[in-house]
C-alpha cells in the first residue's frame, strides 16, 4: 500500500489469489478526488485504512498598509499567480488547487476561463494591451512551455512551437513588440532570451548564462533575473549592456513596482517577510511581516501585488484529518 507523488491518492497491490484469480501485477487505485492522502496503515483484520487526508484551500489576502493587517480580498477566492491589467480593470488568477487560469473584471464577476488540464498554468503575465495572456506550464522533467492565451478565451498556443527546450517566466516588454523568457526554471545553466514577435527571431541576452526568472521594467530600461542557485539577483541596464548585482539572499516571486522605482519580493528562509528595495539596490525594507501568516500556493508559497502595488498572498485555510476508509470486496 502506498500513496503516488503527483495526486498522493492511495495504491494497493491485490495480493488474493483463487482457483480461477491471479492476483494482478499492477496497483489498484483505492481513492481519488480532490482529497490528498498521507501514510496509510491498514487494519489487522485488512478491513479498513486508517490515513490522513488533507484539502488544500486557501484564501486570497491583501495587506492594508493602515491597519497593517492582511484582509480577505477578492472575496477571498482559493487562486494565486494573480496578475492585474495595465489598466487595473481586469484580473487574471489560477485557481487553487486545481490549477486553472481564470479572466475576470477587476472584481471578479465575468469570469472566463482561459486553460484546462493537463495544462497547469504558472507565471501569468498580461501584454501591454490587455488582449494576450503568457503563462507557462510543466511539460515534463525540467521542462516548461510558454503559451499565450487571448484574455476573451480561445486555446492556448505555443509561444514557440518549433522550440525544443524550456520556456520559463515568459512576459511582454513594457511596448508590446518582444517577450523575455528563460531557458529553464532555476538556472540549470540556462539562459535568458528575447524573442522579436514581428520577426520571430531569438536572440540570448549577454552574460545570462546560468540566470532565469527574467522581469522587463516598466520603462524597458531594465531586466532583472536571479542566479541558478537563488543567491543574487542581478539588473542588466540595458543602454550600457552592464550586469549589476543587486541582492544577495534567498527570496522568491520577485516583481516591479508599477511605477519601476522599486523592486518587491518575498523573503521566505528566515524571518518571512515582504519586502521592497529601490531597483538599483540598496537596503531592503520591510513592507510586511508574515510572522503569524500561514501562507500557501500552487508550490508551497505565492507573492505578488494588487493593481496599487499592496501586498496579496494566499492565506492557508486547507484542512487535515485522520481517517477510517472501509474497503469493499469486489
Excluded at 145 to 150: F, K, N
Aim: glycine fraction near 10%.
Amino acid at each position: 500500500m502506498f500513496t503516488d507523488g503527483s495526486g498522493h491518492q492511495i495504491w494497493a497491490f491485490d495480493k488474493r489469489r483463487g482457483l480461477f484469480r491471479h492476483a494482478p501485477e499492477q496497483p489498484v487505485q483505492l481513492t481519488s478526488g480532490p482529497t490528498r492522502w498521507f501514510n496509510p496503515v491498514p487494519s489487522k483484520d485488512g478491513k479498513t485504512i486508517f490515513a490522513a487526508g488533507s484539502s488544500a484551500r486557501g484564501e486570497l489576502s491583501r495587506f492594508d498598509s493602515k491597519t497593517r493587517q492582511f484582509q480577505p480580498f477578492l472575496g477571498g477566492i482559493s487562486a494565486d499567480l494573480v496578475a492585474f491589467s495595465k489598466d487595473g480593470q481586469a484580473v487574471a488568477y489560477v485557481s487553487f488547487p486545481d490549477g486553472i487560469l481564470w479572466r475576470a473584471k477587476k472584481d471578479v464577476s465575468e469570469r472566463v476561463q482561459l486553460s484546462s488540464p493537463p495544462l497547469r498554468p504558472d507565471s501569468v503575465s498580461w501584454s501591454p494591451d490587455g488582449s494576450q495572456i503568457a503563462f507557462m506550464s510543466h511539460l515534463g522533467p525540467r521542462t516548461d512551455v510558454a503559451y499565450i492565451v487571448s484574455s476573451q478565451g480561445g486555446t492556448p498556443t505555443r509561444l514557440l512551437p518549433e522550440e525544443i527546450g524550456s520556456q520559463s517566466d515568459p512576459s511582454w516588454s513594457p511596448d508590446g513588440r518582444k517577450m523575455i523568457f528563460g531557458t529553464s526554471l532555476f538556472g540549470q545553466n540556462g539562459e535568458i532570451r528575447i524573442l522579436d514577435l514581428a520577426s520571430r527571431q531569438v536572440t540570448t541576452l549577454p552574460g545570462s548564462t546560468g540566470m532565469f526568472s527574467p522581469h522587463w521594467s516598466p520603462d524597458g530600461q531594465s531586466i532583472f533575473t536571479w542566479t541558478e542557485d537563488i543567491s543574487k539577483m542581478l539588473l542588466f541596464d540595458i543602454k550600457t549592456r552592464s550586469w549589476s548585482t543587486i541582492y544577495k539572499d534567498r527570496a522568491a516571486y520577485s516583481t516591479w513596482s508599477r511605477d519601476g522605482r522599486f523592486i518587491y519580493f518575498l523573503r521566505y528562509a528566515s524571518d518571512p517577510a515582504v519586502l521592497r528595495m529601490p531597483f538599483c539596490g540598496g537596503t531592503p525594507k520591510i513592507v510586511a511581516s508574515l510572522k503569524d501568516f500561514t501562507y500557501t500556493g500552487t508550490f508551497g508559497l505565492w507573492f505578488g501585488l494588487d493593481s496599487s502595488d499592496a501586498p496579496i498572498l494566499l492565506r492557508d485555510v486547507g484542512t487535515q484529518d485522520v481517517y477510517a476508509l472501509t474497503l469493499e470486496r469486489k
